[in-house]
């Protein structure tokens, strides 16, 4: 079955660290795969995306990401986090074929202390 | 993203009312997908539309729910009879085309919830 798990549903972390939110996913079929972010009372917002290419990812704010094939996995990375990203962040995959059925994980919230 | 509208953004119903959600896609897209999401959990895929068209409702209860996409007008999300489990928020997304990697755009939501 298609599914996708996010390793850990709260992250807390002090300004400046680096971060890490990982990312695993069960398809049978090539993918394309998402990071979106939904801020406190905001919208989903797209954060990156990858459906072929380079692995590495580069997305808006300084987030990155890094598709792994032969580990199913896609963390998401960022070297220096800010206060300012606080909020939820969901890994999601979609089929590379016939597809349009985007399935989501549970979310990572993320606490940043100023 | 602001271009995705979603109206009410809140909702409260007594158990056996029914609800209407409503989703205008942005300017231009004529696919619109609808998630559900439960506290704690992820976005649950629903239904997949375009105008006048639904493509796959295979995550649609089988009871209760509808969808539809009119040629005119917005997206509408129906949940008729309404439990308490039906309380969640409910996304919508639209997208421009299709294909692999396309981006789709969410509305804020609506969170329903049943009395």
């Known amino acids: 079955a298609q599914s996708v798990s996010q390793h850990n549903h709260h992250v807390i972390l002090s300004e400046a660290a680096s971060l890490e939110l990982g990312c695993n996913y069960s398809y049978g079929g090539t993918v394309n795969l998402f990071w979106y972010v939904q801020y406190p009372g905001q919208h989903l917002q797209l954060l990156l995306k990858y459906f072929s290419g380079d692995p590495l990812v580069k997305g808006i704010k300084g987030f990155e990401a890094e598709f792994i094939k032969s580990k199913f996995s896609f963390n998401l990375r960022k070297p220096s986090v800010q206060w300012s990203d606080t909020a939820e962040y969901f890994c999601?995959?979609?089929?590379?074929?016939?597809?349009?059925?985007?399935?989501f994980g549970a979310g990572t919230r993320l606490f940043v202390k100023a | 993203n602001a271009g995705v509208m979603q109206n009410p953004r809140h909702l409260v119903r007594r158990r056996g009312q029914e609800a209407r959600l409503r989703c205008s896609p942005m300017k231009g897209h004529s696919h619109v997908y609808w998630y559900r999401q439960l506290p704690e959990e992820g976005l649950k895929f629903m239904v997949y539309l375009q105008k006048e068209n639904i493509i796959d409702e295979s995550g649609m209860p089988k009871e209760r729910f509808s969808a539809e996409f009119p040629k005119e007008g917005p997206s509408i999300l129906r949940i008729q009879q309404v439990v308490r489990g039906d309380s969640a928020a409910y996304f919508c997304?639209?997208?421009?085309?299709?294909?692999?990697?396309?981006?789709?755009?969410f509305g804020p939501g609506t969170r329903l919830t049943v009395l």
């Open positions: 999601a995959v979609r089929g590379n074929t016939g597809g349009f059925k985007t399935i």
């Open positions: 997304a639209s997208s421009s085309e299709q294909g692999p990697g396309d981006e789709q755009f």
